[in-house]
């Protein structure tokens, strides 16, 4: 007996020192954590502090749209390197009562005394990233009071006050934004207002000390005092004028003055009897909805994750898709007629797809003829207890922005305007207000048109491959909404840019950890450039699924990020 017992605790400490090696008992061995489940409402967004402003809004009887807009104030106040109110947004809504889908375009314009001689006789073939020439005027704050306008039920002042709180009472500096802000003094040092707001006592606050910015926090009183117009017709507007003055600018009160949002209809294509829904251009979104098209033709029902020929057709779609995106995207009013719904067609797809060989990598592509025959970011998705949900997405575009801080406000103005083309001849080409070419996209998924899954992936032009990565780890290899984002992701570097850079050569791969070198060793045989990129290339990732036989909400949220999922 004595000798029995000896042996079923050694079979026991075997067993669970088994357990421990491994990576988990549940899901598959890369994933996190498992989903949140919730029935009455749930919020995945970058920061806890933003997941939790969400949560509170919703058990206070607020929508999906008040929560999101919380959430959204909250990050740009506790994550100033990856948004704010000084950059652009955009959003999907689903509305429960009409079972409708709503898309909000609330980017702005260039400045309307910014002519196409300044670059010229600046002798600049490209728009620089930092300083007064890729500022665009910021449409988040119209955005907010758009989508609250048409859904919002509680007041605007009490969704801003958790922003104002932390604003005015400081927060803990997460790990990535201390990262980030690391950088502040050498990209940003010499302009001005920088050291004054980001730098408190000359230095960027380390992970976990307190940071505040009072100016912002009287910034956003004035918004949730005054409305949308104290932004963009009050102080904050004559500010914006006076400072672009002073340092040789050129976005102006008039500019700001005349900026609206704009309600947009999504557009979609079905991916194995799945409807996906994008936002048109400016933004880049149906770049991920033709790769997706070109897929749909390949059978890979039998081909596993992470395969030489997953990564390989995958890889192959991008660089099809990729250089009509750099060709034909733009702001939609400089697009030629009908030109979307034909480079998501599925005639169009099928003319594409004849381009890949399943054997070999391309070295050289070109975008297509689909002419009519006649003629760094942050992501967050909220749902409440009616079945209402929220595909939001909002950024700076590069890190902190442009450098441009307007005096006495407390954030840095967007750099968008650097997607600009100066090309002649072209859709994206340089114009006064003109919105440029985006990548922020906000995404969601219908199925037998009920909703499914509202998500999205941040990280500039990687966005549309993310949102393809997500939706085939879902559909074609039976992730679930956790897994499909924690899962090892891919990126290609090397397509055609709306800015004008052109593709010399077939690009290079890079993939995460996780992909097994057998993989590597066979994409190379077939032509590819295989490498590595740094942390942060891959984005973050937030989405809710949503169960309809059961209503139930399934959150999930980003590993790589400071994110955070809950519900009620």
Same mark, same amino acid.
């Given at each position: 007996m004595k000798a029995f017992s000896s042996l079923s605790l050694s079979i026991v400490l075997v067993f669970s020192l088994t357990l421990s090696a491994q990576d988990r008992p549940l899901g598959r061995a890369f994933a996190t954590r498992t989903e949140v489940m919730a029935r009455n409402g749930i919020a995945c967004t970058s920061h806890p502090l933003a997941t939790s402003a969400a949560l509170d809004v919703l058990r206070k009887g607020g929508s999906a749209v008040d929560a999101a807009i919380a959430a959204n104030a909250v990050l740009g106040v506790v994550e100033p390197h990856v948004n704010g109110v000084g950059g652009d947004l955009y959003a999907i809504v689903y509305e429960a009562k009409t079972g409708k889908l709503h898309g909000l375009n609330a980017s702005g314009r260039s400045p309307y005394s910014l002519a196409m001689d300044t670059f010229k006789n600046r002798k600049i073939e490209f728009i620089p990233p930092l300083g007064p020439l890729p500022v665009s005027v910021p449409g988040c704050v119209d955005g907010w009071f758009s989508l609250h306008g048409k859904f919002g039920k509680r007041p605007m002042k009490d969704n801003l006050s958790y922003a104002i709180g932390y604003a005015r009472e400081g927060f803990a500096v997460a790990d990535e934004a201390s990262a980030s802000w690391q950088r502040v003094e050498a990209v940003y040092g010499k302009f001005p207002n920088v050291r004054e707001v980001y730098l408190p006592g000359g230095k960027a606050p380390k992970r976990g000390e307190i940071f505040r910015n009072p100016q912002l926090a009287n910034t956003l009183e004035k918004i949730a005092n005054g409305g949308r117009d104290a932004f963009y017709k009050g102080d904050i507007a004559r500010a914006i004028d006076e400072f672009f003055r002073k340092n040789g600018g050129f976005l102006s009160y008039r500019d700001m003055a005349e900026h609206t949002s704009e309600w947009i209809d999504p557009v979609s294509v079905n991916y194995r009897g799945y409807d996906v829904w994008e936002l048109p251009p400016n933004g880049q979104g149906i770049a991920a909805l033709q790769m997706l098209n070109i @897929?749909?033709? +390949? /059978? !890979? #029902?039998?081909? *596993? +994750?992470?395969? *030489?020929? =997953?990564? =390989? @057709? +995958?890889?192959?779609?991008?660089? @099809?898709? &990729?250089? /009509? %995106?750099? %060709?034909f995207y733009a702001d939609l009013e400089y697009m030629q007629p009908?030109?979307?719904? %034909? !480079?998501? #067609?599925?005639? &169009?797809?099928?003319?594409? %797809?004849?381009l890949i060989n399943p054997k070999r990598a391309a070295s050289t592509v070109e975008a297509g003829n689909p002419n009519l025959k006649d003629g760094d970011t942050i992501y967050l998705t909220v749902a409440d207890g009616e079945g209402n949900m929220v595909s939001l997405i909002q950024s700076n575009f590069r890190g902190f922005g442009s450098g441009m801080v307007p005096d006495g406000l407390g954030f840095m103005l967007q750099d968008r305007g650097q997607l600009f083309t100066l090309e002649s001849g072209q859709a994206n080409t340089y114009a006064p207000h003109k919105r440029p070419f985006h990548t922020i996209i906000p995404a969601f998924v219908t199925k037998d048109g009920k909703p499914w899954m509202s998500f999205g992936v941040m990280g500039g032009s990687f966005q549309p491959l993310g949102h393809v990565e997500i939706l085939m780890n879902m559909i074609d290899f039976g992730m679930n909404a956790q897994e499909a984002g924690d899962a090892p992701r891919i990126d290609h570097q090397g397509s055609s840019e709306p800015t004008g850079e052109r593709m010399k050569d077939s690009g290079q791969i890079t993939l995460e950890y996780g992909i097994p070198y057998e993989t590597i060793r066979a994409l190379m045989q077939m032509g590819h450039r295989v490498g590595w990129a740094p942390p942060g290339s891959y984005g973050g990732y937030q989405a809710i699924r949503f169960d309809a036989a059961n209503k139930v909400y399934f959150g999930a949220s980003d590993a790589r990020k400071d994110g955070h999922s809950a519900g009620f």
């Open positions: @897929l749909e033709g +390949f /059978d !890979l #029902s039998n081909v *596993p +994750f992470g395969s *030489p020929e =997953h990564i =390989h @057709l +995958f890889v192959e779609a991008k660089k @099809l898709a &990729y250089e /009509d %995106r750099a %060709r009908g030109i979307v719904q %034909r !480079l998501i #067609s599925k005639e &169009y797809a099928n003319e594409r %797809r004849k």
